[in-house]
C-alpha cells in the first residue's frame, strides 16, 4: 500500500488522499529529508497545509522502517563466536537480471534478493548505505555494486541509442525510453505533460516529488536535448 498523506478539501472539508507530505510534517515527525529519501516517503513541496494525522502516519511509518531495519542487521556476538548453522539461501527468482552484472557471485545475489534489491535497476537506484545495514555485505563492496549497475544500465540505454538512431524522432513522454505508465501518470500528475516541460524541470526536486531516480530523468533531459540540438 502506497504511503499517502490526508488533507482536508478547503471547500467541502472532505478527507482526501494528497501527492505527498510538506516538509513541516517531516519536521516535526522527526524525520530528516535524507532518512525520507531512502524511504521512498512522497514529498509535496507546494502544500502548505499541515495536518497531526500525516504527523501520525509518518511517525508510525519510520518505526515500522526503524524495526525491519534493526531486524535485517546480522547480530555481533558479544563474546567469541558459537558457531551455528548456516541459514538457508533463499530462493533466486529466476527473473533477476542481477546475475548479468560481472563480478557477482551467486550468494551476493541472494542477499540482495532477500533484501529487497530484486534487480539491475533497483540496485542501482539504492544507496550503498543501505545496503550495507541491511546485509552483511560490506560498505566499499556495496559501493562497487551500485556502480556496476549504474554502468550496466548506462551501457544498455547507450546500445538501445545507438539502435534505435535511424528510427523516428521522440516526440512524447511515452517514447522516452525506460518510461513506464506509472512515470509518465506521475509527471503528468505534477504538470509535466511534454518533452519541453521535462527538460525545464529540476532533476532533484523532480525525483522527491515523484519517487522516479534522479538518475534516469537526467537520461530523459540529456536525450531531449540531444534530439532539440539536432
Known amino acids: 500500500m502506497a504511503l499517502r ?3 482536508h478539501s478547503p471547500k467541502s472539508g472532505q478527507k482526501r488522499h494528497g501527492r505527498g507530505f510538506t516538509l513541516k510534517e517531516l ?4 524525520i530528516s529529508l535524507s532518512d525520507a529519501r531512502w524511504m521512498a516517503i ?9 495536518y ?15 524495526k525491519l531495519s534493526e531486524e535485517s ?11 551455528r548453522e548456516a541459514p538457508k539461501p533463499t530462493p533466486v527468482p529466476v527473473e533477476t537480471d542481477l546475475t548479468e552484472l560481472p563480478q557477482i557471485t551467486k550468494k551476493i545475489v541472494e542477499t540482495l534478493v532477500a533484501a529487497g534489491v530484486t534487480s539491475i535497476h533497483s540496485l542501482s537506484t539504492t544507496s550503498p548505505r543501505r545496503i550495507a545495514r541491511l546485509t552483511d555485505i560490506k560498505r566499499g563492496r556495496a559501493e562497487k555494486l551500485v556502480d ?3 554502468r550496466h544500465i548506462r551501457d544498455e540505454s547507450r546500445a538501445i541509442r545507438e539502435e534505435k538512431a535511424q528510427k523516428p524522432k521522440i516526440t512524447e513522454l511515452k517514447h522516452l525510453p525506460d518510461i513506464s505508465r506509472d512515470d509518465i501518470r506521475k509527471l503528468k500528475d505534477l504538470g509535466v505533460t511534454t518533452l519541453d516541460e521535462l ?7 523532480l525525483s522527491l516529488l515523484t519517487g522516479i531516480a534522479e538518475s534516469r530523468i537526467k537520461e530523459w533531459i540529456k536525450i531531449i536535448r540531444k534530439l532539440s540540438k539536432g
Open 42 to 50: 512522497p514529498i509535496d513541496r507546494r502544500r502548505s497545509t499541515h
Open 73 to 83: 542487521k546480522p547480530v555481533k556476538p558479544k563474546e567469541r563466536p558459537v558457531e
Open 5 to 7: 498523506p490526508e488533507i
Open 52 to 66: 497531526s494525522e500525516n504527523i501520525t502516519i509518518l511517525k508510525e511509518y519510520f518505526e515500522r522502517i526503524r
Open 27 to 30: 519536521k516535526d515527525a522527526g
Open 148 to 150: 556496476s549497475a549504474k
Open 199 to 205: 527538460k525545464s524541470e529540476n532533476t532533484r526536486d
